[in-house]
């Protein structure tokens, strides 16, 4: 069937099996391996993308639910348009050491970004609550818990214009 | 996961009969129990039948005296809903509490409570608050609805456009979770109510139940203490790879006093 998108600010159209995974789609399909396939049983969050603005997890998302939807991967993460900066929270994981071998980065990005959004302040409670479904085995967690929350006020401080 | 067709109806009464017309057909809501069971072979349907394009399926409404939530509405969307919040505060904590923030993206309320996962939260939400069941063909009380392990009392074709709550005057859930998958190992919601108090238990059986002496006893006496003597028998709890019944079973007793405490507020 053919399916048609918007993928990080791209209309895209392909044809997929409907059997097709998300992950799968981008990975293999699209040449699109930002987006990390861990567990593939959505347990580890390192597919997690945003469908419509929400955190999701690609390895448990069949392609033609993306039929006239908007995808965003951690591929179209980016700091103020055009500046070919990081996006504030990978800034923030990159200042706080919140990555060790990276696998589980890009779903924690895209989590935490979907976290922080429209939240003026987040606390360490919030913060590991909506880290629940992502999974690290290096960190610990401590610096990825101390990475979203710097993050989270650097999105802030940037959607205020500061 | 082994080749299907896809269907995308707009309308409920073509969705249901597509379910009815094609052999070894499934709905799939927000997929996140069907996936996984797709990808591990456990399912293998000829056809999936997608809800997300039916019209009137999605959103939480105000009905004076109950809040009616239609099928596809995604858990997140019920924890966030202010009213939710503000008229059934514990249907809202139990929202939050289902899996991991994208399960709760995707995840929906009708999909959960036709699936009768033995360890998911809002078949005891449902059953605890006494909500009522609206398909498109008829409307079934909680109490007529969960069956068993994964069986409800859906016939064949017949899809869930919503459920109704009715407004507790106090209500609260508790749950022991599982530390990996989030499920309930145990989960209680205690709502009272003009005419008594109704306690629901997932996790820990092979399908959601009530504890009627705990309801007697909490209406009665809403406080944990009226409740922290009964125990409950093993026979028909699960053991498992993550606990055994004896443990199930005292947790009964701790999550319902914490779930009294909850909507002691």
Same mark, same amino acid.
């Given at each position: 069937?053919?399916?048609?998108?918007?993928?990080?600010?791209? &209309?895209?159209?392909?044809?997929?099996? &409907?059997?097709?995974?998300?992950?799968?789609?981008?990975?293999?399909?699209?040449?699109?391996?930002?987006?990390?396939?861990?567990?593939?049983?959505?347990?580890?969050?390192?597919?997690?993308?945003?469908?419509?603005?929400?955190?999701?997890?690609?390895?448990?998302?069949?392609?033609?639910?993306?039929?006239?939807?908007?995808?965003?991967?951690?591929?179209?993460?980016?700091?103020?348009?055009?500046?070919?900066?990081?996006?504030?929270?990978?800034?923030a994981?990159?200042?706080?050491?919140?990555?060790?071998?990276?696998?589980?980065? &890009?779903?924690?990005?895209?989590?935490?970004?979907?976290?922080?959004?429209?939240? &003026?302040?987040?606390?360490?409670?919030?913060? $590991?609550?909506?880290?629940?479904?992502?999974?690290?085995?290096?960190?610990?967690?401590?610096?990825?818990?101390?990475?979203?929350?710097?993050?989270?006020?650097?999105?802030?401080?940037?959607?205020?214009?500061? | 996961?082994?080749?299907?067709?896809?269907?995308?109806?707009?309308?409920?009464?073509?969705?249901?009969?597509?379910?009815?017309?094609?052999?070894?057909?499934?709905?799939?809501?927000?997929?996140?129990?069907?996936?996984?069971?797709?990808?591990?072979?456990?399912?293998?349907?000829?056809?999936?039948?997608?809800?997300?394009?039916?019209a009137?399926?999605?959103?939480?409404?105000?009905?004076?005296?109950?809040?009616?939530?239609?099928?596809?509405?995604?858990?997140?969307?019920?924890?966030?809903?202010?009213?939710?919040? /503000?008229?059934?505060?514990?249907? /809202?904590?139990?929202?939050?509490?289902?899996?991991?923030?994208?399960v709760?993206?995707?995840?929906?309320i009708?999909g959960?409570?036709?699936?009768?996962?033995?360890?998911?939260?809002?078949?005891?939400?449902?059953?605890?608050?006494?909500?009522?069941?609206v398909?498109?063909?008829?409307?079934?009380?909680?109490?007529?609805?969960?069956?068993?392990?994964?069986?409800?009392?859906?016939?064949?074709g017949?899809?869930?456009?919503?459920?109704?709550?009715?407004?507790?005057?106090?209500?609260?859930?508790?749950?022991f979770?599982?530390?990996?998958?989030?499920?309930?190992?145990?989960?209680?919601?205690?709502?009272?109510?003009?005419?008594?108090?109704?306690?629901?238990?997932?996790?820990?059986?092979?399908?959601?139940?009530?504890?009627?002496?705990?309801?007697?006893?909490l209406?009665?006496?809403?406080?944990?203490?009226?409740i922290?003597?009964?125990?409950?028998?093993?026979?028909?709890?699960?053991?498992?790879?993550?606990?055994?019944?004896?443990? $199930?079973?005292?947790?009964?007793?701790?999550?319902?006093?914490?779930?009294?405490?909850?909507?002691?507020?």
């Amino acid at each position: 069937m053919q399916i048609s998108f918007t993928l990080n600010g791209r &209309p895209t159209t392909v044809d997929v099996e &409907p059997a097709t995974l998300v992950a799968e789609l981008l990975r293999e399909q699209l040449n699109m391996t930002g987006t990390h396939i861990g567990c593939d049983t959505s347990q580890c969050g390192a597919c997690v993308v945003h469908l419509d603005g929400l955190p999701v997890k690609s390895c448990t998302l069949l392609a033609p639910a993306l039929d006239g939807a908007t995808l965003l991967t951690i591929e179209g993460l980016q700091g103020a348009p055009d500046s070919n900066r990081l996006h504030p929270m990978q800034e923030a994981f990159r200042e706080n050491h919140g990555l060790q071998c990276g696998f589980c980065t &890009p779903g924690m990005v895209m989590t935490a970004v979907a976290l922080a959004k429209d939240k &003026p302040s987040l606390s360490e409670a919030e913060v $590991r609550h909506g880290l629940e479904g992502n999974i690290c085995r290096c960190t610990g967690y401590q610096n990825i818990v101390l990475s979203v929350m710097a993050g989270a006020a650097a999105m802030n401080a940037a959607a205020k214009g500061e | 996961m082994k080749p299907f067709a896809y269907h995308q109806p707009d309308q409920i009464p073509d969705a249901a009969k597509l379910l009815t017309s094609i052999e070894d057909s499934k709905l799939v809501a927000g997929g996140m129990t069907l996936i996984p069971t797709l990808k591990q072979r456990l399912a293998s349907p000829a056809a999936l039948i997608d809800l997300s394009k039916l019209a009137g399926l999605k959103g939480i409404s105000d009905g004076g005296t109950t809040i009616t939530i239609g099928a596809m509405t995604p858990h997140a969307e019920v924890a966030a809903s202010k009213l939710v919040q /503000a008229k059934i505060p514990a249907l /809202a904590a139990l929202a939050s509490m289902i899996g991991d923030p994208a399960v709760r993206s995707r995840g929906t309320i009708g999909g959960s409570v036709a699936n009768n996962d033995p360890a998911a939260d809002y078949p005891a939400g449902v059953l605890g608050l006494g909500a009522t069941i609206v398909t498109s063909t008829r409307e079934v009380a909680a109490d007529k609805f969960f069956l068993g392990l994964f069986e409800t009392a859906l016939q064949p074709g017949e899809i869930i456009t919503a459920i109704r709550f009715p407004l507790p005057l106090k209500a609260g859930y508790a749950k022991f979770k599982a530390p990996a998958s989030r499920y309930a190992l145990v989960g209680v919601l205690v709502a009272k109510f003009a005419d008594g108090v109704r306690v629901a238990v997932t996790g820990a059986g092979p399908g959601v139940f009530r504890v009627p002496p705990m309801e007697q006893a909490l209406s009665q006496n809403f406080d944990p203490s009226a409740i922290a003597a009964i125990k409950i028998d093993t026979d028909g709890l699960t053991s498992d790879i993550h606990a055994e019944a004896d443990y $199930r079973a005292h947790l009964v007793t701790v999550m319902a006093k914490r779930a009294v405490d909850a909507a002691l507020g």
